[in-house]
């Protein structure tokens, strides 16, 4: 059943890989100018959600399988869900959050440019003479090549990374509970249990 | 053209799977909770022990009037349900049914894109709690969130372990390369996927973040009609995906007597128990309080999950 | 200490023994229930007994009783006598969208009026036909049950009791005299004990 | 080309799921009535009145969990790439030890966690 795919062109043409890379290219710059611009909060969030998607789906298309679905739970799964959550809790209004404008879109669309122009130009630069053939069934395992070449060439920034997550953890544990410190004791009158053992 | 031919039939098997599966867990639900309760459960719709009660629910809901609230974001409250749902779909292709491609469609990173995309569906539900403008939806929505983000950490170093036994992360390959004594020396990691599924999809007793005693329905306080039909349908297409997936991570899919020719009934079987268990658990245990909830991810799933890779990374380096 | 666990497994066991078990389940529409005596279903009326004293509608909780009559003079019965009047029932019907069903209108009636009926099945689809009248309320009457029976060892009703203490006395009476005739008879030689009156 | 292939058809099943929701959606509109009332659209509260607006104030301790998730989730996705290769010739034992040294660090994080009281509210 699956034989059979190899010998057929499948349903996209090796320029019809391109084209869609194209269209979710475009897709997806929409989603991130609607992201930075909409009034309101959570429709940015959500917005930011199409725009991580639609990079996940380049992965794909690009063959990098595992980077993609990587992409997508860590990305869309948590990193938005955190994002959405710390809205929810803090205040997002439904409708428009007139407040939610810094004014300085100006600055920030000069910084986002020069942004993408030394990114673009450095992986350019760096990746000048490498080229990925996706058209030749390299989707083979791409986790195994992924984990190979990790933990036979870059074992330590891997360690290294580790440490700096333990780092962010601690941080974040003292972080937060300074703040609880400064809040007043839970209102139903229990003792605020992030006083506990201090 | 015999391709496309294919193509389509299988589209065509997961989707009547992904329509008839979860009703049918459903009814059973009906069913075996009320006799576990000492009750009869439907017994008129379709006549014969009301086996046709879910399908007149689908008619019913169906009729129903669709309520947006005035207050609500119209537009992301009613896009919500099908964000719930579709993720849960996009798994089921991937789950392997049988031996020799009886598959929807094999995926490489098969376990990885479960994973990732079944953390998709929570966005439906935090999408509803903040759109329906609804203190007890907001609250419903902070708890799904809290409640995903401390149990799909647990699954994913279970699944890992898995993944670490059959040196794949391909669904088919890690049924291929399963022996019997998988499910023991996995007991812990399995039990560890199977309850940090329950609470992702929240089933009891991990059903907080829609405690009706509490906060009315959770997220889904404000839905009528078709949308809440759909919601539900996410929690039942959860439950037959989950039950599933466990199956062939943890308890070897297709093998059994005669694997060759009806494996597929096997795994269809294992499920089945499981989805059993899932009611079983639903109708003799209560819901777990808030702190609980968290606390048991973090201080005993968590911690099992890692002893349980440990284990696999010996026992394997030791045996290869 | 038990098993850690145990209880959890004790759980499971209980609601699989449950399942394997016949379920209690009465099938209503198709058997119909069993009920208890004495089962407050709906009030029925013997208006034949009603004397329109109202008592019923002053006392019940809800003012669900709703009575209307009007009175009617008899001709005396002797003539020059005092004509004689008497209230008629023209209305009688309780509102069981309201009734709650604590009896107190059964209570109060001194004339044994109202009754509880097991009938239950009055639903309507419209609440204001819940309010039913005198015919629908007579027409309960006769699925009263009659009274159950006393405990073996339970006092006498009033009524009875007051009924045997007269034929008692009525019988005590009789012999009596038949005693007393006896004695009265002439050429009888012992005088045995004084005869009273007789 | 099976990588694409495959894919494709995941892409299918996506599309199948989006037709799926609209036909039902459609189907529903012309099914059911629609009958607003004032009252029908007000935010439900057990059927007393609404009270203030739907941002209620909450507690922060949530947002600790949140902050180990990811950092916790960004840990986990680096087993799947090890456990693909770490029986392999070659690798066994030491990567074995480096992930256990990694795993380590992370444990000590959860213990430092524990310790603190924040994994718990009572």
């Known amino acids: ?198 | 053209m015999n391709d496309t031919l294919h193509v389509v039939l299988r589209l065509v098997a997961v989707l009547v799977a992904f329509l008839v599966l979860p009703l049918l867990v459903g009814q059973t639900e009906h069913k075996v909770m009320a006799h576990m309760q000492g009750r009869l459960g439907p017994m008129y719709a379709g006549g014969f022990h009301g086996w046709a009660q879910l399908v007149a629910d689908g008619v019913k809901f169906a009729q129903k009037e669709d309520v947006v609230p005035a207050d609500a974001d119209r537009r992301i409250f009613q896009l919500a349900p099908a964000v719930a749902l579709l993720p849960y779909l996009l798994v089921l292709i991937v789950i392997p049914v049988g031996p020799h491609g009886f598959v929807g469609e094999a995926v490489d990173a098969g376990l990885f894109f479960v994973l990732a995309v079944m953390g998709v569906g929570v966005l439906g539900s935090l999408m509803a709690g903040w759109a329906s403008a609804n203190k007890f939806s907001l609250l419903g929505g902070l708890r799904t969130a809290a409640q995903l983000m401390a149990y799909e950490l647990p699954m994913l170093l279970a699944a890992a372990s898995v993944a670490m036994a059959a040196g794949t992360l391909s669904l088919p390959g890690i049924v291929e390369s399963y022996h019997w004594w998988w499910t023991l020396w996995q007991l812990m990691g399995g039990l560890v996927f199977f309850t940090a599924g329950l609470a992702e999809l929240q089933r009891p007793p991990f059903d907080m973040p829609v405690a009706d005693s509490e906060i009315i329905f959770g997220a889904y306080t404000e839905y009528t009609g078709l949308r809440f039909a759909l919601f539900l349908l996410a929690e039942y297409a959860g439950i037959v995906v989950l039950c599933g997936l466990t199956t062939v991570l943890f308890l070897g899919g297709w093998h059994g007597p005669w694997a060759g020719s009806v494996g597929w009934l096997w795994t269809l079987l294992k499920t089945a128990v499981l989805a059993f268990i899932v009611i079983w658990l639903r109708v003799s245990y209560p819901r777990l309080r808030e702190d609980q909830l968290m606390k048991f991810a973090w201080t005993v799933l968590i911690p099992i999950s890692l002893v349980q890779i440990a284990l696999t990374g010996v026992v394997k380096v030791v045996t290869s | 200490m038990p098993l850690p666990g145990s209880g959890l497994a004790k759980g499971l066991a209980v609601t699989l023994r449950t399942m394997t078990r016949k379920s209690v389940t009465a099938r209503y529409p198709d058997t119909q229930p069993e009920l208890p005596p004495r089962s407050r279903g709906v009030i029925a009326l013997f208006e034949e007994n009603c004397t329109v004293c109202m008592l019923c509608a002053r006392e019940c909780p809800d003012w669900c009783i709703y009575i209307d009559s009007h009175k009617e003079t008899s001709p005396p019965a002797a003539p020059g006598g005092r004509e004689r009047s008497r209230n008629v029932l023209d209305r009688f019907a309780i509102d069981f969208a309201l009734c709650m069903y604590c009896g107190i209108c059964i209570e109060v009636c001194p004339f044994d009026a109202l009754f509880w009926s097991p009938e239950f099945e009055y639903a309507e689809t419209d609440i204001l036909d819940l309010t039913h009248e005198r015919d629908k309320l007579r027409d309960w009457m006769w699925t009263v049950p009659a009274p159950p029976p006393l405990d073996p060892a339970a006092e006498e009703p009033k009524e009875i009791a007051a009924a045997r203490k007269a034929a008692e006395k009525q019988a005590a009476q009789a012999q009596a005299q038949a005693e007393a005739e006896k004695q009265a008879r002439p050429g009888d030689a012992e005088g045995g004990t004084g005869e009273g009156e007789a | 080309m099976d990588y694409f292939h495959g894919y494709s058809v995941v892409g299918l099943v996506a599309v199948v799921g989006v037709l799926f929701v609209t036909v039902s959606f459609t189907a529903g509109r012309l099914l059911r009535p629609d009958v607003p009332t004032q009252e029908k659209l007000l935010t439900y509260e057990c059927g007393v009145d609404p009270v203030g607006e739907d941002w209620a104030h909450t507690q922060i301790r949530y947002y600790v969990y949140a902050f180990l998730y990811v950092i916790f989730a960004v840990d986990a996705i680096f087993l799947f790439p090890w456990a693909t290769v770490f029986a392999a010739h070659g690798f066994g034992g030491t990567t074995l030890v480096e992930m256990f040294v990694f795993l380590g660090f992370l444990a000590i994080g959860l213990l430092y966690a524990w310790k603190k009281g924040v994994l718990e509210w009572t």
Do not use: C
């Open chain 1, 1 to 198: 059943m699956i034989h059979s795919a190899t010998h057929h062109p499948g349903f996209l043409s090796p320029t019809g890989v391109e084209i869609t890379f194209l269209l979710v290219g475009l897709a997806t710059l929409g989603a991130a100018v609607v992201t930075v611009t909409t009034r309101q909060l959570v429709h940015a969030a959500l917005w930011l959600v199409v725009a991580l998607g639609g990079i996940a789906v380049e992965y794909l298309l690009l063959t990098a399988e595992f980077i993609a679905w990587v992409q997508v739970l860590i990305y869309v799964g948590s990193v938005v869900v955190l994002l959405l959550f710390g809205l929810m809790l803090t205040k997002a209004p439904i409708g428009h959050s007139p407040d939610a404008d810094s004014e300085n879109r100006w600055v920030a669309l000069a910084v986002a440019l020069a942004a993408a122009g030394t990114l673009v130009w450095v992986v350019a630069d760096a990746f000048r003479s490498t080229w990925i053939d996706v058209h030749h069934g390299t989707g083979q395992s791409a986790t195994k090549v992924t984990g190979s070449s990790l933990f036979r060439f870059w074992v330590l920034p891997f360690e290294a990374l580790s440490v700096l997550l333990l780092a962010a953890l601690v941080g974040a544990i003292v972080l937060s509970r300074r703040r609880a410190d400064v809040l007043p004791p839970a209102p139903d009158g229990s003792t605020a249990p992030h006083g506990k053992d201090r």
